[in-house]
Each structure stands twice: as structure tokens, then as C-alpha cells.
């Protein structure tokens, strides 16, 4: 079975910073992989899909890289909307979320 | 606009069942892919299990913690997807969304995605 991992598992960022999180799959999933936001309460949020293809809507800022087994979601320059956390999702067999990373306020 | 509005979710004993519901509106809803996917309080997202469009053949697939207890239907004619839940144990205690799955060409391969999701309804498992 695919396992998928994230790093770190929790950041302190201020408004403004460039904050990167990284996924990791257990094999290759070439670029299937997708990447949501979920905010306290709500939904979780499509943000990038096919590793890198930004989803309708979602800012510019958010930018999605990697193939085989190591993803990059990138926020470039921190919004106050951004503090949430963050899910990678691997699309390549039956769906698995990575156990996610909560970007709070330093 | 897309909607997709759960409902069904409560207090129930272990070992019981409940049968959630999620109503979808404003997008072709008999071609579509779903999902359920939850979260347990304070933890991340678990995808339940889906249900292919009948074009694709219907059928499901389930996570192992809940195959041969849960089990995924739609109807079709009146938008609606359903998980009956039996056997149920407090570890199915969380949210459970439905979420509609979009896919995408590029390169000659199918990126499949969570694109729509409902707000969720909450299931707890408590004696």
C-alpha cells in the first residue's frame, strides 16, 4: 500500500513569508497528487491538482511542484487567509490524504 | 451552483447503524464519481469510499477499516448519494463529507480530484 507523509507536521509563519510544505509518497505516484486547504470547521478546499495545475480561483501565490515521490506546495508570500491546514491526497490507486501540516501565526 | 448538502448524522450505540445522505444539485450528477470522505475529531481526512457513475459501471470501493460494514449506493433519479453505515464502532465517530471527484486530461493521462465538497455532517458512536 501507498503511504504518504508530510513535512512538518505544523510551521509558525508571519504574513508575508514564503512557507513551503513537503509531501512524500511510500512509491512513485508520478503526478497524481493533489493538494487541498482546510480551514476549522469547514470543508477542505482543491487548491492544486495533477501535482502542479492550479485550481480555478485559488490565488496565484499557491503553486504545487514534484513528480514521482516528492511534492511541494508553496505559499509565496503568506496571506492572513492562509493560516489552515494543509492536505496532500494521492490520486495514483484508491485516494490517501497525508496526515496534513497547520501553518498558524508566529 | 454546486451544492451538496449531507444529512443523517447523529447519535447512535455501538454496534448500530445509520444510513447518511447527500443531496447534490447544480452539476451532472449521474456522471459523476463520489466519495465520502471523514474526519475524527482533531485528526486529519479519511477517504470512506466511492461510487462510480453507472456509465463507468457503478461500482465502489471502500477504505479497509470499513469495507463489509459500509456501503455506498445513489440514486440517480434524485441526485442523491447514500452511505449505510452498519456494525458501528466509536473509531467511526467524525464529520463525513460527500464530495464530488473531477477529472482532467493532460498528457493523455486522468488526474482525478476532489472538487466539490458538502459541509458535512457529524456521526458520533457513543454508548
Known amino acids: 500500500d501507498i503511504q504518504m507523509t508530510q513535512s512538518p507536521s505544523s510551521l509558525s509563519a508571519s504574513v508575508g513569508d514564503r512557507v513551503t510544505i513537503t509531501c512524500r509518497a511510500s512509491q512513485s505516484i508520478s503526478s497524481f497528487l493533489n493538494w487541498y486547504q482546510q480551514k476549522p470547521g469547514k470543508a477542505p478546499n482543491l487548491l492544486i491538482y495533477a501535482a502542479s495545475s492550479l485550481q480555478s480561483g485559488v490565488p496565484s501565490r499557491f503553486s504545487g511542484s514534484g513528480s514521482g515521490t516528492d511534492f511541494t506546495l508553496t505559499i509565496s508570500s503568506l496571506q492572513p487567509e492562509d493560516f489552515a491546514t494543509y492536505y496532500c491526497q494521492q490520486s495514483y490507486r484508491t485516494p490517501l490524504f497525508g496526515p496534513g501540516t497547520k501553518v498558524d501565526i508566529k | 451552483e454546486v451544492h451538496l448538502a449531507e444529512s443523517g448524522g447523529g447519535l447512535v450505540k455501538p454496534g448500530g447503524s445509520l444510513r447518511l445522505s447527500c443531496a447534490a444539485s447544480?452539476?451532472?450528477?449521474?456522471?459523476?464519481?463520489m466519495s465520502w470522505v471523514r474526519q475524527a475529531p482533531g485528526k486529519g481526512l479519511e477517504w470512506v469510499g466511492r461510487i462510480k457513475s453507472k456509465t463507468d459501471g457503478g461500482t465502489t470501493d471502500y477504505a479497509a477499516p470499513v469495507k463489509g460494514r459500509f456501503t455506498i449506493s445513489r440514486d440517480d433519479s434524485k441526485d442523491t448519494l447514500y452511505l449505510q453505515m452498519n456494525s458501528l464502532k466509536t473509531e467511526d465517530t467524525a464529520v463525513y463529507y460527500c464530495t464530488a471527484e473531477s477529472a482532467k486530461s493532460i498528457a493523455s493521462s486522468w488526474y482525478v480530484y476532489f472538487n466539490y465538497w458538502g459541509q458535512g455532517t457529524l456521526v458520533t458512536v457513543s454508548s
Open positions: 447544480g452539476f451532472g450528477f449521474s456522471g459523476t464519481w
